[in-house]
C-alpha cells in the first residue's frame, strides 16, 4: 500500500549546526509535501510545505527540497536554535485529501 | 483569531460508553479531518469530510462516527465498538484543494 517512510527517528544536533530529516514516498501520484512541527501535548503546526512543480522552497532558516525521480523529499533547517526541538512529521498527497503521514523524527538541539 | 479548537483537552472514558469529541473551526475550510496518534507512530485517518453532510471512512473508521451538519463543526464519537480507543486524537481542517491543512490541540482520551 501507499506509505512514507521517515529518517532518522531520532536526531540530536548542536545549536547553531544544521539538521536534515529525509522522507521516501511510494505513491507516484503524490504530488503536495507538507512538513509539520509538534511540541509535546500539542497539535502539529504546519511549517512549510512544496508542491510537485517545484523542487525547493525555502522560508527563513527551513528549506525543503523534492527530488520527484527517486520519490524523496527533505527538510533542511539551518541555524539550529534549542526552540527547534520537537517532533518533525513529513507527509505525501495525491490531492485526495488523504494524507500520508511519516512515523516523525524527534529532534533534539543541544545548547 | 482564526483556528481549530478542541475540546475537551483531556477526556477520561469506562469501558462500555461512548464518548464524543468535539471540533470546531472558524477558517472558513471545506474539509475538515480526524486523525488518531499513539506513541512513536505517524497519523493514521480516522474520517474526513469535504463538505457538510458528507464524509468518508479512512484508514482506521472501526468503532468510530461522525456527523457534518455544520460546516464549522465535525464531531468525533468513540463508540465501545473501538478496542483500544486510549489515544491522541487530532481534527483538521483545510482548503477545498486539500492542501495547507491545520491541525488543533487535541484531545488526550484514557479508558479507564
Known amino acids: 500500500g501507499e506509505n512514507v517512510e521517515q529518517h532518522p527517528s531520532t536526531l540530536s544536533v548542536q545549536e547553531g549546526d544544521s539538521a536534515v530529516i529525509k522522507c521516501t514516498y511510494s505513491?507516484?501520484?503524490?504530488?503536495?509535501f507538507p512538513w509539520y512541527k509538534q511540541e509535546l501535548g500539542k497539535g502539529p503546526q504546519l511549517i512549510i510545505d512544496i508542491r510537485s512543480n517545484v523542487g525547493e522552497k525555502k522560508d527563513q532558516r527551513i528549506a525543503v527540497t523534492l527530488n520527484k525521480t527517486a520519490k524523496h523529499f527533505s527538510l533542511h533547517i539551518t541555524e539550529t536554535q534549542p526552540e527547534d526541538s520537537a517532533v518533525y512529521f513529513c507527509?505525501?498527497?495525491?490531492?485526495?485529501?488523504?494524507?500520508?503521514f511519516g512515523t516523525g523524527t524527534r529532534l533534539k538541539v543541544l545548547a | 483569531d482564526g483556528g481549530i479548537t478542541q475540546s475537551p483537552k483531556y477526556l477520561f472514558r469506562k469501558e462500555g460508553q461512548n464518548v464524543t469529541l468535539s471540533c470546531e473551526q472558524n477558517?472558513?475550510?471545506?474539509?475538515m479531518y480526524w486523525y488518531r496518534q499513539d506513541p512513536g507512530q505517524g497519523l493514521r485517518l480516522i474520517y474526513y469530510?469535504?463538505?457538510?453532510?458528507?464524509?468518508q471512512k479512512g484508514d482506521i473508521a472501526e468503532g468510530y462516527s461522525v456527523s457534518r451538519e455544520k460546516k464549522e463543526s465535525f464531531p468525533l464519537t468513540v463508540t465501545s465498538a473501538q478496542k483500544n480507543p486510549t489515544a491522541f486524537y487530532l481534527c483538521?481542517?483545510?482548503?477545498?484543494?486539500?492542501?495547507?491543512?491545520?491541525f488543533g490541540q487535541g484531545t488526550r482520551l484514557t479508558v479507564v
Open positions: 483538521a481542517s483545510s482548503t477545498h484543494s486539500g492542501t495547507e491543512a491545520f
Open positions: 505513491d507516484s501520484a503524490s504530488n503536495y
Open positions: 469530510s469535504q463538505i457538510v453532510n458528507d464524509f
Open positions: 507527509a505525501a498527497s495525491s490531492g485526495t485529501y488523504k494524507y500520508i
Open positions: 477558517l472558513n475550510h471545506d474539509a
